[in-house]
């Protein structure tokens, strides 16, 4: 793919432009004169009214972070009164009635999920409810699916081939479900897309791109691909997903929080957007053509941070596919698009640590991007902000903590720098105005989650969450949580935005699904925000007993962050919570098809436990040998025999230990070498390692293992 800027644009209604434009313009208005009137109650609380450098910064950090805050606040605001009136008349879906949609006729679309280092059965189980899904609707001859894989290591490669050709066996999907590993991986994700894009893309109109914990429902799909033939502007459409399968208590509360507050925000955020609306990377639908033509990623040709592949390239695909004079739309109303969370606080902030240096990379997208539109400009903006609000939040508390110093410990300054003259300058305070302005912040965060509340009883979705008493308890057992992650997170990210301007190395790995955090982790991970929460408190008290309670909201939380982080990865309390009725979304209590599937199928991949790792399972089982020698690779130079040769030896005399994962991987994608490998271990002598393995297996595949001997 290559990066086309001088594309002619496509013709296209301006309609919603103009619709996009007042509702834009009314956003702006309302967030700036909110900030404006917060900002000015900020200046005649600081003593000095904004005379000194600390209170100029304090009050440029506070209009950053304000801003901030009012957008996503209004946007809230702005989903409420929509769906209070039926919903935006402007979305895709209100364009075209039912009967019209159903009536039109399906393209040939790929379904491709990329894959990095992820749980083998417990992903592809994931992809075969999806396509029993689609099966059951009658269309799967419009469908094909690619798993594309990029894992390293050959005990999950392995399984993954493994586990692949099982699938295609029992869903009879020869020529349907496809798997592709790349030899070399390059650019990460995206250079993953783009390479089956290269090789494959040809053959369809679009493309549904799955994430490995994804779940889309076969109607979804399908309503996807109509949309797209009654809208050929569009190339980009974007689901809203909703999080699922939590277990651990905090995965339930990211869950319940997603399921309930995203109603409000996702309807607000495509309204403002309109086709100028942001891609995530997943559970969307994409355009084929053009994004081969316009959406290729040029390698950042700045320094540190800014050289390289982009990271993050989901928001800079969507600016580019603008660009082109293609539409992007979020279209909240496609439900049944699905996603899961975390289990812990740990691994969302391991997950943040890698989202973080993507999302600060389009900094150098936003500064230096050409013709890209104003709106995909300020979707950079917010995923940029995403991560550095943290070290703004961070850097609003210290200067909050030198002015404190300054007003308890040295005398009163009453001509402050700038302030020049016979008439000196007198430090007020104002503690009701102080009051006044915290209640007003508090109230943008937690305003929207009690419109989330009315909007569920007003449109009857109340049972789904338990009930009016459940739902209303489970909202403040949402908010106790998010204030006591706030600051762990503020933490977190500023250490991570920090790291990621110094371009400090980070490793790529698959994600935590399953397990709990133990007190030992908590604590080695939570120990230097505990210890800065403590300290900062403790320097609040010795300076004056007002500024200690003020500092407790913010120290508490960072002092208790690790029984926190422990308590929360706990799936027994999740369970317990879930039993009593709160935390619930609907999705759990209305059976959904492609969810049912899935958890089926996972069921049963759980309770398999392997007698022998993947690895030796490739060499000695017969028909998995088989199967991986059709998949290796044939060309074979005779230096490259001659560097495999002592490795099979090696690995033949003493295991799969004695070779590196790199050298493992070497001989794996050897056809020859491999076969060879299982030729020697064959003849092993039973109480060498391989004879060892081999008895192992007892009497599976008895005839199989005549024919090997």
């Known amino acids: 793919m290559t990066e086309v800027i001088n594309a002619a644009p496509i013709e296209r209604s301006g309609t919603w432009r103009r619709t996009a434009t007042v509702r834009r313009f009314f956003l702006t208005l309302f967030v700036v004169g909110q900030t404006v009137v917060a900002s000015y109650f900020l200046l005649w609380i600081l003593p000095y009214h904004g005379g000194t450098w600390v209170e100029l910064g304090l009050l440029a950090l506070f209009i950053l972070l304000y801003m901030w805050i009012a957008v996503g606040f209004w946007t809230a605001v702005f989903g409420f009164v929509l769906r209070l009136i039926g919903g935006d008349r402007h979305s895709l879906l209100k364009r ?84 592709r590993r790349r030899r070399v991986n390059l650019n990460f994700k995206s250079g993953n897309v783009a390479d089956f894009l290269r090789r494959w893309g040809r053959r369809y109109r679009y493309m549904v791109v799955l994430d490995a914990d994804s779940l889309l429902s076969a109607g979804t799909i399908v309503k996807m691909v109509q949309l797209m033939e009654r809208e050929p502007n569009v190339g980009i459409l974007q689901t809203a997903p909703t999080i699922i399968n939590g277990e651990s208590l905090f995965a339930r509360v990211q869950q319940f929080a997603n399921r309930l507050y995203s109603s409000l925000f996702a309807t607000g955020l495509a309204a403002i957007q309109m086709g100028d609306a942001a891609f995530w990377g997943h559970n969307a639908i994409l355009r084929v053509e053009p994004f081969m033509t316009h959406c290729g990623l040029r390698k950042l040709r700045g320094f540190g941070l800014f050289r390289g592949p982009i990271m993050s390239h989901d928001f800079v695909e969507a600016a580019y596919m603008g660009r082109a004079g293609y539409e992007v739309w979020l279209e909240p109303e496609l439900g049944n698009s699905f996603e899961e969370s975390p289990p812990t606080i740990s691994d969302e902030l391991s997950r943040d640590n890698r989202w973080s240096r993507g999302n600060l990379q389009h900094l150098w997208i936003l500064l230096f991007g050409r013709k890209l539109r104003l709106a995909h400009r300020m979707a950079l903006l917010n995923g940029i902000m995403a991560y550095l609000a943290s070290p703004l939040w961070l850097a609003f508390l210290i200067l909050t903590t030198v002015e404190a110093v300054q007003m308890t410990v040295a005398s009163i300054n009453y001509f402050p720098e700038g302030h020049q003259g016979l008439f000196p300058l007198w430090p007020e305070w104002r503690p009701e105005w102080a009051i006044g302005l915290a209640l007003s912040t508090l109230s943008l965060l937690f305003l929207p989650k009690f419109l989330a509340i009315f909007d569920a009883v007003i449109h009857g979705f109340v049972r789904g969450f338990g009930g009016v008493w459940r739902l209303f308890f489970s909202v403040l057992l949402e908010i106790v949580v998010s204030v006591l992650l706030a600051p762990v997170r503020m933490m977190a990210h500023s250490r991570y935005v920090l790291g990621a301007l110094l371009n400090v190395s980070l490793s790529w790995a698959g994600q935590n699904r399953t397990e709990e955090t133990t007190w030992r982790d908590a604590f080695l991970t939570q120990f230097p925000g505990m210890l800065v929460g403590a ?111 002592p490795l099979v030896q090696r690995l033949a005399d003493k295991g799969p230990e004695s070779l590196s994962r790199n050298e493992l991987s070497q001989v794996f994608r050897d056809r020859t070498a491999l076969a060879e490998l299982h030729r020697l271990a064959w003849r092993s002598a039973p109480d060498s390692f391989w004879g060892r393995r081999i008895a192992s297996l007892g009497n599976t595949e008895p005839d199989e293992q005549k024919a090997s001997t």
Not at 146 to 160: A, F, G
Not at 579 to 586: A, E, Q, S, T, Y
Not at 606 to 621: F, W, Y
């Open 96 to 179: 075209h009635p039912e009967s019209e949609l159903e009536n039109t006729a399906l393209a040939k679309t790929a379904i491709v999920m990329p894959i990095y280092h992820e749980p083998v059965q417990w992903t592809l189980s994931g992809l075969k409810a999806v396509y029993q899904d689609i099966e059951r609707t009658g269309h799967l001859d419009r469908f094909e699916f690619h798993i594309i894989s990029d894992s390293r290591d050959p005990n999950v490669w392995l399984q993954e081939q493994a586990e692949w050709h099982r699938l295609c066996e029992e869903l009879g999907a020869e020529g349907r479900l496809f798997y």
């Open 535 to 645: 300290g900062w408190s403790a320097f609040a008290w010795s300076l004056d007993p007002m500024f200690f309670l003020w500092s407790l909201p913010v120290a508490v939380p960072l002092v208790l962050a690790a029984p926190t982080s422990v308590v929360l990865s706990r799936v027994g309390l999740g369970r317990a919570f879930r039993k009593k009725g709160l935390l619930v979304i609907p999705e759990e209590l209305t059976p959904v098809a492609v969810l049912d599937d899935a958890r089926r199928a996972r069921a049963v991949s759980d309770d398999e436990v392997p007698v022998i790792t993947t690895v030796e399972a490739a060499v000695i089982r017969p028909r998995l040998n088989q199967l991986h020698l059709a998949l290796a690779r044939t060309d074979r130079h005779p230096r490259r025999a001659e560097l495999l040769a």
